[in-house]
């Protein structure tokens, strides 16, 4: 019985898992603006601008703080949208070769009180894994005849999910930091 419930509920999440990562990728590819505006925010950092900005500069922003595995798309002259680019070609040097899965993407906007605004969306698809996998664990561990074991292992499970995507979140911060940084530099 606990078998054949957990294998619904494991199909059932990879299922929504394939569906939400299907999707991202869809609205990932296309820069769409709902996409890359509206979201969970998980990073957000404003900066004052010291003099009067009329726009910010997509081939600025490439030129000046060289990012290599990210890519920028301008939507206007107020707000270019950035995320990490899907294949990375450089062989050398070799910790380049070794890539992650993002769980942001980003836009900078620059708002009428001529302030930059940097700010970082989570990706739906590690939504869906933070959110499904640990009700559905605990649900079927909890709502059936499961031993004591199988709810530890599903609580190692939620336990290494969340470490894995807080490393993420940590190997991502520095590239959005970099580009409030670089904001931060111009202004002085």
């Known amino acids: 019985m606990v078998d054949n419930l957990l294998g619904k509920y494991m199909f059932l999440f990879i299922g929504l898992l394939v569906a939400s990562t299907i999707a991202e990728g869809i609205l990932w590819l296309s820069w769409s603006k709902r996409y890359f505006s509206k979201g969970i925010v ?3 950092k404003e900066v004052e601008s010291n003099n009067k ?20 798309k301008q939507t206007d002259n107020n707000t270019i949208f950035f995320r990490e680019k899907l294949f990375i070609f450089k062989l050398s040097p070799v910790w380049e070769l070794v890539n992650y899965i993002p769980i942001m993407r980003g836009m900078l906007k620059l708002d009428t009180n001529n302030k930059y605004i940097v700010t970082g969306f989570l990706n739906y698809d590690i939504l869906t894994i933070l959110v499904i996998f640990p009700i559905l664990s605990i649900y079927t561990s909890l709502l059936t005849d499961a031993n004591e074991l199988l709810f530890f292992f599903f609580l190692l499970m939620i336990l290494f999910i969340a470490i894995l995507a807080f490393t993420y979140y ?3 911060l520095p590239k959005y930091n970099k580009i409030a940084r670089y904001l ?4 002085l």
């Open 184 to 187: 931060e530099n111009k202004n």
């Open 53 to 72: 900005v009329n726009s910010i500069s997509k081939d600025d922003l490439i030129k000046n703080i060289k990012i290599i595995n990210f890519t920028f």
């Open 42 to 44: 998980i990073y957000r």
């Open 170 to 172: 940590v190997l991502q």
